[in-house]
C-alpha cells in the first residue's frame, strides 16, 4: 500500500531535498504561515475537478484513470496507478488505504477496482488472449501471466484439470521484470509465434522459443496490469473484474467461482473462441 504514496510524494521529497539547511543561529518561535491551496485546486469549479488537480498539483506524472463521490461523505474516490485513493472534496487532504464497510463485510476500494478492471479488461480483444478452453466452458477467468515466475508455472502445467473443471482461462502478459527486459523479449517471442499456445507452453518449460517479433499486444497488456494494480503474477480476474487471487489449484478456482455464482456475482464465461 506504500508504493504509491511513495511515487505521489517523489516530487515532494526531492524537491524538499534541494532546499538549503536552516540557519544554526537560534530564532524566535513565530506561528507557522497558514498554508494555501495551490491556485489549480482553488480555482477548481466541483469535488472531482478539485480532486483531479490535488494529485496532480503532488505529482503531475501519475495517470488517474477515475474520479468519483466516494462513500465516505466529503470525499472523492481516485483510481490512481492500480490503487484507490481518497481526496477531501475541498482538494485539501489525501488518505490512502482500505474503506471497509462494516455492515456488508466489503472493501469498498476493491469494489471499484473490480469496475475498473471489467472496463480494461473488455479493451483487450480475443485474438489477442492466448486462450485455452474445454468445448463448453462454465467459468472463464483471465489470468496475467509471466513466463519465469515458479507460480505461474505451476498453473499451467495443470491447465488440463483447470478445463476439466469446466474453466476456461485466457492469457494475458504481464512480463514482471519490465519492458525491454529478456522476460518481456521471451514474451513478444511467444505472442509472435504461430502458435502460441505451443509456444508459451514451451517458454514455461524452459524450452527455447524462436525469437521474433510482431505487432504484438505485451507491451500494451503490461500497462493495463499495472492500471488493474497488479504487483505479482499470476493474477487472476473472473470476467466482472474480481480478483480471485495469484496461484490458485484448480478444484479450489471451481469452488471459488461456484460461491461467487450462488452469492450473485457470477463470472459467466466469455465469447472468446481461442488465440494462435
Not at 489525501?94 to 455492515?103: K, N, W
Not at 499470476?234 to 471459488?256: C, E, F, H, K
Not at 467461482?257 to 494462435?276: C, Q, W
Request: with cysteine; net charge positive; glycine share 6%.
Amino acid at each position: 500500500m506504500k508504493r504509491l504514496l511513495l511515487t505521489l510524494l517523489s516530487a515532494i521529497s526531492l524537491s524538499a531535498c534541494a532546499q538549503t539547511s536552516p540557519p544554526t543561529t537560534a530564532a524566535k518561535p513565530t506561528q507557522p504561515a497558514k498554508a494555501e491551496l495551490p491556485a489549480a485546486i482553488a480555482a477548481a469549479g466541483t469535488p472531482e475537478a478539485r480532486a483531479r488537480a490535488a494529485i496532480l498539483a503532488v505529482n503531475p506524472q501519475v495517470q488517474i484513470d477515475q474520479v468519483s463521490a466516494s462513500p465516505l461523505p466529503g470525499f472523492q474516490q481516485v483510481i490512481v496507478n492500480g490503487e484507490v485513493i481518497y481526496v477531501s472534496d475541498d482538494g485539501k487532504y489525501l488518505m490512502q488505504g482500505s474503506l471497509y464497510d462494516v455492515a456488508a463485510k466489503k472493501n469498498l476500494g476493491e469494489a471499484v477496482m473490480a469496475q475498473l478492471r471489467t472496463k480494461l479488461l473488455t479493451s483487450i480483444p480475443a485474438s489477442d488472449r492466448i486462450v485455452f478452453a474445454p468445448a463448453h466452458p462454465k467459468y472463464t477467468v483471465t489470468v496475467f501471466t509471466d513466463v519465469e515466475c515458479a507460480y505461474c508455472r505451476k498453473l499451467h502445467s495443470e491447465i488440463a484439470d483447470y478445463n476439466q473443471q469446466g474453466i476456461a482461462v485466457e492469457y494475458v502478459a504481464f512480463p514482471r521484470m519490465g519492458l525491454g527486459s529478456e522476460d518481456f523479449r521471451k514474451m513478444v517471442a511467444v505472442w509472435c509465434s504461430p502458435d502460441r499456445k505451443a509456444a508459451l507452453t514451451d517458454a514455461k518449460n524452459d524450452r527455447p522459443v524462436p525469437y521474433r517479433n510482431c505487432n504484438n499486444p505485451v507491451t500494451m497488456q503490461y500497462k493495463l496490469g499495472q492500471r488493474m494494480g497488479l504487483t505479482g503474477t499470476p493474477m487472476i480476474l473472473t470476467s466482472d473484474g474480481i480478483q480471485v487471487g495469484g496461484y490458485v489449484p484448480p478444484a479450489q478456482l471451481r469452488q471459488v467461482l461456484d460461491k461467487m455464482a450462488a452469492d450473485g456475482a457470477t463470472p459467466v464465461a466469455s465469447t472468446a473462441t481461442g488465440s494462435r
